[in-house]
Each structure stands twice: as structure tokens, then as C-alpha cells.
């Protein structure tokens, strides 16, 4: 089992970075697939990045490709999101998301087991 507590978010300016990060318990997170979703009120929750367990390989949303870095230590037990030149529609609560021996073609929700509690990025104009 494994528990996620995400951090960094906050309010920054169209075009400007911010660099989510989640801290993972627990002695086997190097076997875990770690996501990213996000979620605005009233939507579903929508996959950002995820990161392999086993060779680091990533997948991205389209609407994030290019701006967005998924990368992972896991001597530290951690998984981060760099984002940058953020625009106001990645406004949402950011989700860090873990599953077991899971795939980088894990995109969907329900594919994941563990989830943080979340953390609230505002990009405004």
C-alpha cells in the first residue's frame, strides 16, 4: 500500500511555471506507475503524464506535450510535474495517481489504485 501527498500548487500568471510534487510512503514505490490527472468542478478527471515503473518511459496528454515534464526519484519516494508556460485552462486540482507494476499507457482513472489528496493550481490572465 502505498499513501500520496501532492504539494506546489498556487496561483501563478499565464505563462509562468510551477513544479507540483508528490511524496509517496511506503518501501515499494519503485514498482509503482505514477500519474498525473487533474480535475475541474463539474468534469471528469483528466490524465495529465504518467512515468513507468520500470524504465522511466512516459506518456503526456496532447493538450500538456511540450510544456510539461513528468519525472521521478525513487531514492526519495517522489514524483514531480514541471509545468510550464501554463495557460488558464490548466487551472484544476492536480491529482498524483500510483499503480502497481501499472503501464505508461495508463490514462484513465480508474486504472490507478492510490491517490493524493490533491493539489489546486489557479493560472490566471
Known amino acids: 500500500q502505498v499513501q500520496l501527498v501532492e504539494s506546489g500548487g498556487g496561483l501563478v500568471q499565464a505563462g509562468g511555471s510551477l513544479r507540483l510534487s508528490c511524496a509517496a510512503s511506503?518501501?515499494?514505490?519503485?514498482?509503482?506507475?505514477m500519474g498525473w490527472f487533474r480535475q475541474v468542478p463539474g468534469k471528469e478527471r483528466q490524465f495529465v503524464a504518467a512515468?513507468?515503473?520500470?524504465?522511466?518511459?512516459?506518456n503526456y496528454a496532447d493538450s500538456v506535450k511540450g510544456r510539461f515534464t513528468i519525472s521521478r526519484d525513487n531514492a526519495k519516494k517522489q514524483v514531480s510535474l514541471g509545468m510550464n508556460s501554463l495557460k488558464p485552462e490548466d487551472t484544476a486540482v492536480y491529482y498524483c495517481?500510483?499503480?502497481?507494476?501499472?503501464?505508461?499507457?495508463?490514462?484513465?482513472?480508474?486504472?490507478?489504485?492510490?491517490w493524493g489528496q490533491g493539489t489546486q493550481v489557479v493560472v490566471s490572465t
Open positions: 495517481a500510483a499503480d502497481r507494476y501499472g503501464g505508461t499507457h495508463y490514462s484513465e482513472a480508474n486504472e490507478y489504485e492510490y
Open positions: 511506503g518501501r515499494t514505490f519503485d514498482t509503482y506507475t
Open positions: 512515468i513507468d515503473w520500470r524504465d522511466g518511459s512516459t
